[in-house]
């Protein structure tokens, strides 16, 4: 008896294997999901299967999920609260982008050169400038 029906054994080493549930099967990408748990030690492999069949099943529940999400018709119109919720992601982007810009660093142009493209503060306000309108 193996002591999980999910795992199996190729020469000494312990893998894990699961067959894709019938309702995802046509949609999901592999015919089914199989890696090692990389141990030879039975007792060790029934531990490490039990946990991989959970973040397996994790995986084919957001695959459900996804399909769920395709199939539902689109939206015709936002509502004020979709909208506000957008900009705020949306600003919350630009500031992280803008952090990371920062924290690059800009070069003077009277400076000497960076050894890697780094634009000037010039250029950035340039760029957002135009991306704003």
Not at 15 to 30: E, F, L, M, Q, T
Not at 52 to 68: G, I, K, P, T
Not at 83 to 106: C, M, N, S, T, W
């Amino acid at each position: 008896m193996t002591g999980h029906t999910r795992l199996y054994r190729r020469g000494a080493t312990y893998y894990h294997r699961a067959a894709i549930p019938v309702d995802i099967k046509n949609s999901y990408p592999k015919s089914e999901e199989t890696f090692s748990l990389r141990t030879k030690d039975h007792q060790d492999a029934v531990r490490r299967v039990r946990a991989a069949a959970v973040e397996v099943d994790s995986r084919f529940d957001a695959h459900r999920r996804s399909l769920a999400k395709e199939a539902q018709p689109a939206l015709k119109e936002l509502s004020d609260q979709q909208i506000k919720r957008i900009g705020e992601v949306y600003y919350a982007f630009r500031l992280a982008e803008d952090e990371e810009v920062r924290l690059d660093q800009f070069y003077e142009p009277e400076g000497p050169k960076p050894e890697y493209p780094v634009p000037s503060f010039e250029e950035y306000v340039d760029v957002n400038e135009a991306m704003d309108e």
